[in-house]
């Protein structure tokens, strides 16, 4: 799937949270949910195929914080997390294959200068999102993807509605030159419950021609639905969930996409 240009009049279906799921089924997984991959695989592929089975049409790959581990510990946990994904839909009866997504938080301090052994495990994922940006320095990991993945990069930005948040028109458009190909938000403030919706309409506005994304984070059930529905209103062409959110809010979504 050509998840970074699908045409901008479809709204496709993104997954929900990975890491507060995890923790909900293993308190293990609450302070590094990334390492449920490698700790217990069996969980993160049943989480993908409920999410398929929900009616997801791209599932994201749980290696969050991966770029804040050493080289040999981060390719580690891409290759695992890629490997829940496979075996999820291997055992997929018959659906239409999701998308693959591997998603990211930036690292801390500046990017490498060059590759990483993580890279090279990109191939077996379809776009790379690097989420929950809260500030414009981090950028630069998105350029430094951008130069040395080879697949197409999506950006996410943690929207906030409230004085001195990042704008998220001047975000969506850095993230263009960084040479983003898709941008967006993922989760959110519980004190801002409209700033989701409110940055996909202002992201709109600034870049026409990108896939918007728009994953907000679930605090309450009902007003979750109903962000996730304005947020398609204000543009957004892939949306789904975040933290809290679960596969059954998927599926109630999904069926509102449907009407």
């Avoid at 490997?83 to 490498?112: H, K, V, W, Y």
């Avoid at 077996?124 to 951008?146: G, K, M, S």
């Avoid at 948040?165 to 004190?191: H, L, M, T």
Wanted: aromatic share 6%.
């Amino acid at each position: 799937m050509d998840f970074s240009f699908a045409a901008k009049d479809q709204v496709r279906l993104l997954d929900g949270g990975i890491g507060t799921w995890l923790a909900s089924q293993d308190e293990a997984h609450a302070v590094a949910p990334h390492q449920a991959c490698i700790k217990n695989p069996s969980l993160v592929s049943s989480l993908h195929q409920a999410y398929a089975r929900a009616g997801a049409q791209a599932l994201q790959a749980n290696a969050w914080l991966a770029l804040h581990l050493k080289e040999a510990e981060a390719e580690r946990t891409v290759r695992a997390a890629a490997d829940c994904i496979d075996f999820a839909l291997e055992n997929s009866e018959g659906q239409p294959a999701p998308a693959r997504l591997l998603s990211m938080a930036p690292g801390l301090g500046t990017p490498p200068s060059g590759k990483v052994a993580l890279l090279d495990q990109l191939s077996r994922f379809d776009a790379v999102v690097l989420e929950t940006l809260i500030d414009p320095w981090q950028l630069a990991w998105v350029a430094w993807l951008a130069e040395w993945a080879t697949i197409p990069v999506a950006v996410t930005l943690v929207p906030d509605n409230r004085p001195g948040s990042w704008d998220p028109a001047d975000f969506a458009r850095r993230s263009q030159r960084s040479g983003a190909k898709a941008v967006g938000i993922n989760c959110g403030y519980e004190d801002a419950p409209q700033a989701a919706a409110q940055a996909v309409a202002a992201m709109r506005q600034v870049v026409p021609g990108m896939v918007l994304m728009a994953r907000p984070a679930l605090w309450d059930r009902p007003a979750w639905l109903a962000a996730a529905k304005d947020c398609v209103a204000a543009g957004a062409n892939w949306v789904g969930g975040c933290c809290g959110c679960a596969p059954e809010d998927i599926q109630r979504l999904a069926i509102h996409l449907k009407r």
